[in-house]
């Protein structure tokens, strides 16, 4: 199973709103409601943003929201935040022998 | 406080072999299913491979083509992953990583073991 498909950066300036697309196939994205995103500055392990599609764990800011729709997913950053500057990475249940599939990344610039 | 902590990471030749180990702490490790997820240098995160609460359950990437073997030892909330006939493209941060019970997600992750393959 290949990658998921992210787009390589996206910015925004402070206060504005971003979203990351993770595109999939019907073997991985569109056939389960697994979907989790992970946020990981320079050197940092990652850290656990979404899972689930939507659901936010204790903790994370409600400006993260996920959704999907079909073989797509999306992770949106409301009100942008310096701090939010970092690398982010979906992944996808892939079935029962490709377990996971993780996302090629996305870079998000705070201009 | 839940820690994950890795060791066991350094230098091998390729064809060399290496074994990784995790100790956690902090949360139940004999409940949650456990994997190792790996991340080049410069590049994305890569799922390696995943044991289940009880050891029943294995699953590897197909990338490997056999030569990982992961394992855990739940009276010592240890993880391993023993690394054989290693290439240049196994060079990798690897991160120890937890999976929420009957969840699909990674909920704790260590700080990562660099291994590097090189002659």
């Known amino acids: 199973q290949s990658a998921l498909t992210q787009p390589r950066s996206v910015s925004g300036s402070p206060g504005q709103s971003v979203t990351i697309s993770c595109t999939g196939t019907s073997s991985d994205v569109g056939g389960y409601n697994y979907v989790s995103w992970y946020q990981q500055h320079p050197d940092k392990a990652p850290k656990l943003m979404i899972y689930?599609?939507?659901e936010r764990p204790p903790g994370v800011p409600d400006r993260f929201s996920g959704s999907k729709s079909g073989n797509a997913a999306s992770l949106t950053i409301s009100g942008l935040q310096a701090e939010d500057e970092a690398d982010y990475y979906c992944c996808s249940h892939g079935g029962s022998y490709t377990l996971y599939v993780f996302g090629t990344g996305t870079k998000v610039t705070v201009l | 406080e839940v820690q994950l902590v890795e060791s066991g990471g350094g230098l091998v030749k390729p064809g060399g072999s290496l074994g990784l180990s995790c100790t956690a702490s902090g949360f139940t490790f004999n409940i949650y299913s456990m994997s190792w997820v790996r991340q080049a240098p410069g590049k994305g995160l890569e799922w390696v491979s995943s044991?289940?609460?009880?050891?029943?359950?294995?699953y590897y990437a197909d990338s490997l083509q056999g030569r990982f073997t992961i394992s855990r030892d739940n009276a010592k909330n240890s993880l391993f992953l023993q690394m054989n006939s290693l290439r240049a493209e196994d060079t990798a941060v690897y991160y120890c990583?937890?999976?929420?019970?009957?969840?699909?997600?990674?909920?704790?992750w260590g700080r990562g073991a660099l291994v590097t393959v090189s002659s």
């Open positions: 689930d599609v939507s």
């Open positions: 990583t937890s999976t929420y019970p009957g969840g699909n997600y990674f909920v704790y």
């Open positions: 044991i289940s609460s009880t050891s029943r359950s294995i």
